[in-house]
């Protein structure tokens, strides 16, 4: 038997669903080698914290709401409040709305930040597939009661080659 060709059809709303994230895998490594592909849906004051990833590529894409967003090495990583970084060249964190895109190479500093007090929806593409598993253990250190385990954050973070230079902030 040959392998599978047939696609994938998703209804709105449909896919996996990781925790209380925001985030909904719509394709991943199951059905993808390349890819990895989200729905999120980042709540107000929500801030990913500036990051890179040794490996992955990522593509975001506003469909709704209005984020900060962060893709270039700054002239200096401060550990405090990315969005006013700015790059050797001038470049300054953009605020994008709906169509706005922001495409990530492994390597580059990035982040991104719901400034607003309406949530944002983007879509999202990790590559290569299988950064839901990420976001999954995550999501579940997260969910679980009381503070968030900042050690067991920073290991599943090292294990998936990804390097936070700013704090993730929850939001509202």
Known sequence: MGAMTDGLVLPPGSGRRMGTSGMTLKVGA????????????????????????????????IVDGELDLLAFEPRIRTAGDWQTWESESGQKVVRGGPGSLMYVPSGCPHGFANPGSTPARMLFLAAPAGHEHYIQEIADILDAPGPPDVAAIAQVRSRHGIHQLTQMKPGQ
């Open 30 to 61: 199951e059905h993808s080698a390349p890819w990895s592909v989200f729905e999120a849906e980042v709540g107000p004051g929500f801030d990913v914290g500036a990051h890179f990833h040794d490996e992955a590529e990522e593509l975001f894409y």
